[in-house]
């Protein structure tokens, strides 16, 4: 039973996969293809912890099964694909070439499916392979001069990370002796491991300046694309730290103070970024940077105070479980706001999400943060005091990114009816707030709801709102950042480098 | 005669005969010409089942000749033969089958099957060398043999890569004979064994030793294109897509590679060769081939030539892995030697159907052709992906090997070197695969010679081999630590090479 759960979980979207392409089946496999993310769901749903799938000859010798990271990540996963499946049956039921887009979502959330079930390297790497480059055909599935240039950037600088994380898990691998995850944590790899492994994963999870690909692919992908690359593919690296980092074995004060520094610096960064922004897609793609600066803050402290990672562990699965149902929504919502217009049940709806993602209290992001604090407690004093102090300007920074969404929102003029993209949409807001407090990891949110932990949370949240109020009473006009921000120089110094070498070619 | 002394004339002689045969044919029996050839490679292939069979019992094959007092003909048909016997011989037949294809209604066809026939002869007949002298008899045979497949097609440039060609490995051949007649001088015939045997002429020889070491490596890697040795083959792509196939995969460049392994492995034997210090340098001459072929890949327009400078840089990670010390390098070197060989017929099989079916010779030729031809251009996609080395192809696999066997090794700066190869493979596959998927067509191909009808995209004789080629890759990706892998193959090699 377990081999045809785990089968079926990676099977049954390649299936549907293969066929789209004969013109008899094509049809068919285009209407089921929402529902390609069913096995798994039933996967993480059922599976016993104990299961686990032992095929020594396939790749390097290949484990499949479910830990509790793992299940966490494939249930929020699942559950996040099948949203955006169905979202997508409605929102490209006009395109004529959606057998293109649907043949790489399906090979991309095979992919995004299958590295949550790999516990070994080898496997894992495979999947994460299929889905970053599977995800190329969905940055660039709108064929405009913008997704060419999103997809370019994003695959050099995918396949710059995937290099690295390959090098990285190499060393790591030879310091472990052996490619399965459970060997691979218990190793003392060098701190360059480390460090590669960190940073090749780290442009996948969008660390800034490895995230210059980020605000360019997520926002010019089709929406339904757009909700699973910043929902849940996002987490693929994060899951990968989690995987391959030796987290809570031996200390890493360099790696760990990197990644400390840049998920503090994340946090900020893709907030003031964010802001000067003007397409709600890009702003979201920015708050995604923002957004994943708390888990990279999370994984850096437990390589800074391993001591600590059984409180973080669960801390950044709660976070990661947040914020892909949280973004996700986000981004669906979007898309029915560029579609309907600024009215109010959309801005109503989009304000949900928007709420859990700045720490309101009772939401998914007020658990998952307050979780994250407790977890911060242990850290050397002078990183303590920098957290303590630098979260609650964060939560306010989010909260003035939201506000600022919102009233970009309220502006859209609309092209018509949203038609079934709000039904999918609404339940899935729905389902985002009520999921996180039933799928709860045991530990996570020990103290429970209390009085002084909500006023905690309301501050920042008054000081961001605060801030906006002012802004828009002032008619603050804010500079505007071309989306993917450093990426403009970048992208000038290479093409006068090309220049110099073959004056008469620029770039093709 | 014993069976065990049979078996590897066998092999030689089934692709001779027919070879011979094809020569004494008239143009116009293309029914029994192409019945020889198919029926050499079938049976060949029949004959290397059973010594796999046997080697993997441990049974010995084998045979020697007298030709003059003091030097032999030797065969042996040992593991690390079969490797390279086998890869030649299921290579060769789907070459067969795809030359027949290509060529249907050229000219001089008889001429081609026969050289074509000869040049595999050479190679098992090299791949099963059992000494120095003998080795250098098919090497030169098989300099012989191509060389007229090199200018099959008579025009002047093809008659100006033929001459490059022999030019480089004529001059190959001269180092090699110096190497080995000085050896020779210095302690009479030189076996293959296990361990080596060099070692036994004692520290006074040592000087000597490391001037033939230089000779033997550069006679041999002429073949194996390493720089600056490699000029020849850029220059013979010029040559129709099947004898491409031979020079890349089957044959010539794995003949110098091969080479490398069996002297450095079983003239010198490892140990010794890392005590002379001669194993660093093979590795830094490696790496400089593996970033330059690559570098040079980036800029070649002309697909055939931009899969040749990866050839260049992929035939050096074998030597990479054999100067590698320790068991691991050793498996990714020899696994590659298959993987390499997998991967690149399939990339040339199918640039011959862009060039055959289509007409498209150019990588800014080939927009959209993966729309006009889905099979071939899925077949070069997987193969790109396992030049880069992107799980599950075999790619993958010789990468991780190379990269273990380097730590293992100390030689952490190997990995920086694989690192910048594969995102070098990437920056000259992913912008094809970008045209062939990404890029609308054209109105109309270069010169259209083959229509498609429904999903036959070309001549069946030439789709079908680059489709089990490139399902190859990903099998032996895919499966690779299953008991009858090439990586298996290699690890059993590598255990008999170091458990001495």
């Known amino acids: 039973m377990i081999l045809a759960s785990l089968i079926a979980s990676l099977g049954w979207p390649l299936a549907l996969l293969l066929a789209l392409w004969p013109a008899r089946t094509r049809r068919l496999a285009q209407a089921l293809a929402p529902l390609a993310p069913l096995p798994a769901l039933w996967a993480a749903a059922v599976l016993p912890e104990a299961a686990v799938l032992e095929l020594p000859s396939v790749l390097l010798g290949t484990r499949l099964g479910l830990d509790a990271t793992g299940r966490l990540f494939l249930l929020f996963t699942a559950l996040t694909w099948l949203a955006a499946g169905l979202y997508a049956r409605a929102y490209l039921a006009h395109d004529a070439r959606r057998t293109a887009f649907w043949a790489f979502f399906l090979a991309t959330q095979a992919g995004n499916l299958g590295l949550c079930l790999a516990l070994d390297l080898a496997s894992f790497y495979t999947a994460y392979a299929l889905m970053t480059f599977a995800a190329y055909g969905l940055v660039v599935h709108t064929s405009t001069a913008e997704a060419w240039r999103a997809g370019r950037i994003y695959l050099v600088m995918a396949v710059l990370g995937e290099l690295t994380l390959i090098a990285g898990l190499m060393m790591t691998a030879h310091a472990a002796g052996s490619p399965l995850v459970a060997d691979l944590r218990a190793a003392s790899p060098s701190p360059l491991a480390v460090g590669l492994v960190t940073a090749g994963l780290g442009v996948k999870v969008g660390l800034p300046l490895l995230h210059l690909w980020l605000p360019l692919a997520h926002p010019v992908a089709p929406v339904p694309a757009s909700a699973v690359l910043s929902g849940v593919m996002l987490k693929a690296g994060l899951l990968g730290w989690l995987r391959f980092l030796p987290l809570g074995q031996a200390a890493y004060p360099e790696a760990g103070a990197a990644l400390l520094t840049l998920g503090l610096l994340a946090m900020f960064y893709g907030v003031a970024l964010g802001l000067t922004q003007r397409d709600l897609k890009v702003v979201l793609a920015y708050s995604s940077v923002s957004q994943m600066g708390f888990m990279s803050l999370g994984v850096g402290a437990g390589l800074v105070a391993p001591q600590s990672w059984p409180l973080l562990l669960p801390a950044v699965g709660l976070y990661a479980l947040h914020h892909a149902l949280a973004k996700s929504a986000l981004f669906l919502g979007a898309g029915v706001a560029l579609q309907a217009g600024g009215r109010l049940w959309v801005l109503a709806g989009l304000a949900l999400p928007a709420l859990a993602l700045a720490g309101a209290p009772l939401t998914s992001g007020w658990l998952a943060k307050t979780t994250l604090k407790a977890g911060l407690t242990d850290l050397p004093p002078l990183w303590a005091a920098a957290a303590a102090a630098l979260l609650p300007l964060a939560a306010a920074g989010t909260t003035l990114l939201m506000a600022r969404l919102l009233w970009l929102a309220a502006r859209l003029q609309g092209k018509g009816a949203a038609g079934g993209l709000a039904p999918v949409w609404l339940a899935w807001t729905l389902a985002g707030i009520v999921l996180p407090w039933a799928l709860l990891p045991a530990g996570a949110a020990a103290g429970g709801p209390s009085p002084p932990l909500m006023a905690t949370a309301l501050w920042p949240m008054a000081l961001g709102l605060a801030l906006a109020g002012l802004a828009a009473f002032l008619r603050l006009r804010l500079p505007v950042v071309p989306p993917g921000d450093l990426v403009v120089p970048v992208e000038r110094v290479i093409r006068a480098l090309a220049r110099l070498r073959d004056p008469h070619q620029a770039m093709g | ?500």
């Open chain 2, 1 to 500: 005669m014993t069976p065990n002394e049979a078996l590897p004339l066998a092999v030689i002689v089934s692709s001779l005969l027919p070879g011979l045969i094809i020569f004494a044919l008239p143009e116009r029996r293309v029914g029994l010409r192409s019945a020889l050839n198919l029926l050499g490679a079938v049976a060949k292939l029949a004959f290397v089942i059973m010594l796999l069979v046997g080697v993997d019992a441990g049974e010995e094959y084998g045979f020697r000749h007298t030709v003059l007092p003091g030097v032999e003909l030797v065969f042996k048909a040992d593991a690390l033969a079969l490797l390279f016997v086998t890869l030649s011989t299921v290579l060769w037949l789907f070459t067969t089958v795809y030359a027949i294809g290509y060529l249907e209604d050229s000219p001089h066809r008889s001429r081609f099957f026969g050289f074509f026939s000869l040049c595999v002869t050479a190679t098992v007949g090299l791949a099963m060398a059992g000494n120095l002298f003998t080795f250098f008899v098919f090497y030169e045979l098989l300099t012989l043999s191509t060389f007229p497949l090199v200018v099959h097609r008579g025009t002047p440039q093809a008659m100006r890569g033929g001459t490059v060609y022999l030019a480089y490995t004529l001059a190959g051949g001269a180092l090699l004979l110096t190497g080995i007649v000085w050896l020779h001088g210095l302690m009479g015939q030189v076996d293959f064994v296990h361990g080596g045997s060099v070692a036994a002429l004692g520290p006074q020889a040592e000087a000597q030793l490391k001037v033939v070491f230089l000779l033997l490596i550069a006679g041999v890697g002429v073949k194996a294109a390493i720089v600056p040795l490699h000029g020849w083959l850029p220059q013979a792509m010029v040559a129709p897509a099947p004898v491409s196939a031979l020079l890349h995969a089957v044959a010539v460049v794995k003949a110098g590679a091969f080479g490398i392994v069996r002297i450095v492995y079983e003239v010198y034997g490892v140990e010794y060769a890392q005590s002379l210090g001669l194993l660093e340098p093979l590795a830094i001459a490696a790496a400089i081939t593996i970033v330059w072929g690559s570098l040079r890949a980036l800029t070649q327009d002309d697909l055939k030539k931009r899969l040749a400078y990866s050839t260049v840089s992929q035939v050096s990670y074998i030597a990479l892995g054999v100067a590698l010390f320790g068991p691991v390098g050793t498996i990714g070197g020899l696994v590659h030697l298959v993987h390499q060989g997998i991967m690149k017929i399939t990339l040339f099989f199918a640039a011959g159907n862009y060039a055959e079916t289509l007409g498209v010779h150019k990588v800014s030729e080939l927009d959209g052709a993966g729309r006009r031809m889905p099979l071939t251009s899925a077949a070069f996609s997987i193969a790109a992906f396992g030049m880069i080395g992107v799980a599950p192809t075999a790619g993958y696999v010789s990468k991780w090997y190379l990269g273990e066997g380097a730590l293992a090794a100390g030689m952490d700066w190997v990995v920086a070197v694989l690192w910048t190869s594969s995102l070098l493979n990437a920056a000259y596959f992913l912008p094809i695969l970008y045209r062939l998927w990404f890029r609308p067509r054209p109105a109309a191909w270069p010169a259209e010679h083959i229509p498609a009808h429904g999903w036959r995209e070309t001549g069946w004789l030439l789709l079908a081999p680059p489709l089990v080629t490139a399902a190859a890759v990903l099998v032996t990706g895919v499966f690779a630590e299953a008991v009858w892998s090439p990586l298996a193959w290699a690890k059993l090699i590598a255990a008999r090479e170091y458990l001495q």
